[in-house]
């Protein structure tokens, strides 16, 4: 493959999603790589840990449509890489607000997707171990990814290629240094030609924004609380939105509910809790009683194929723009990966590409993405 980018020296701050796939690919692409984990490998303190996420083309918004039909040859790309399993295509549904379903129809239908829509009544003889109240969209091409594995899997393939990674090392400043930057850790001093900003909700917290006007946007840190609960004998769930507020409908998903069965855990279930901010000085991981009895309550009403009379819940953080897009972009020498505002996952593969061509200074020309002026 012709190459037009000379060989750079690579900094990424954050091995989660958007940094453990810009590490693989920038190193896959021959650059030199360091990554900077404040945690340990495969902790539980970010966003990206966990067994399982939803992967979905199903998007109110267009451009998350397209993306994520693009990030399925991707996505058995990296498998055939890593020998692992990572997404399965095991079907997906919306249901809810109207307005919702016929903004993801007209999205299926612009692009070629493939769907069904079923009355409420023909989708509980389907799926029996759901209840609806409105139509529903299936969709065959959606269904899990799996999280950790994937991140795994992406280092793995980073340190094949020559990357390498500091575990327990939090970047804690980054300043000028002529055309590129100096990222300062309790354990050192890396000098870098570029340096990609991957650290999720902590991303504010980093020393040395002033030096390079980074505009970021407005972020709401806030803390989500799953539950898995065990699935009840004979019933089986595809992946699932519930767009269940009305007035939600300038954005592609605010204010429901999802979930998805995640093998050998159960049926995990997500009620978003947009005002459950955070302050990561003080969390504990600990899942308070209510935010269980916030799942159980949906799945008693939703979900009659689970049982909720027990069930395993864990903290992660949900880090939103305030339209809940995602910022991608690069200033100078940095290079910035909001952290998708609680539906990135599914892009995994697609940002370390991006990431990696914004490192090359390789223009996307999609404007979503990018920073405020
Ligand atoms: C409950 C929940 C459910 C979700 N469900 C879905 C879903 O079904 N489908 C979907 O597509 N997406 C989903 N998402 C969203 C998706 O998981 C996130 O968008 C994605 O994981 C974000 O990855 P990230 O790399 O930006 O952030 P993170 O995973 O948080 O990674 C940031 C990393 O940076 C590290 N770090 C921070 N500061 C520093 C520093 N100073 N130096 C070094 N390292 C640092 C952190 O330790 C962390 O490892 C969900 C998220 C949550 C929380």
Redesign the pocket.
Known sequence: MARYCRLMRVIV????????SATAELARRGHQVTA????SRG?V????HGTT???RVSYRNRPYTEWAGAAIALWRELEERSGEHLLEQNGQIDHGFDGALAEITANYEAGGWSYERLSAEAAMDRWPGMRFESDVLFSPDGGR?F?DRTIEALLRLAEADGADLHFN????AITRDGDGVIVETADGRYAADIVVV??????T??RGWADFAVALPPLAVTE?F?VHFPIRPGYAFPSWINHNDAEASDYHFHYGA?G?ETPGEGLKV?VDQLENFLDLTTRTLEVPAEAFAVAADYAERWLPGVDTSTGSAVS????MTEDSDFVLDRRGPIVV???????????TPILGRILADLAEAKDHGVEQWRLPA
């Open positions: 701050i954050g091995t989660g999603a958007a940094g453990a900077l984990e404040r945690f902790h303190n970010g966003s990206s996420r939803v992967f990814v999280a090392e939090p970047a804690v991957a650290a999720g909700a902590w991303v917290e980093l989500q799953p999802y998805l997500g992660c953080l949900f880090t990966a909001s952290p998708c505002s609680g539906h990135g996952f599914k892009f």
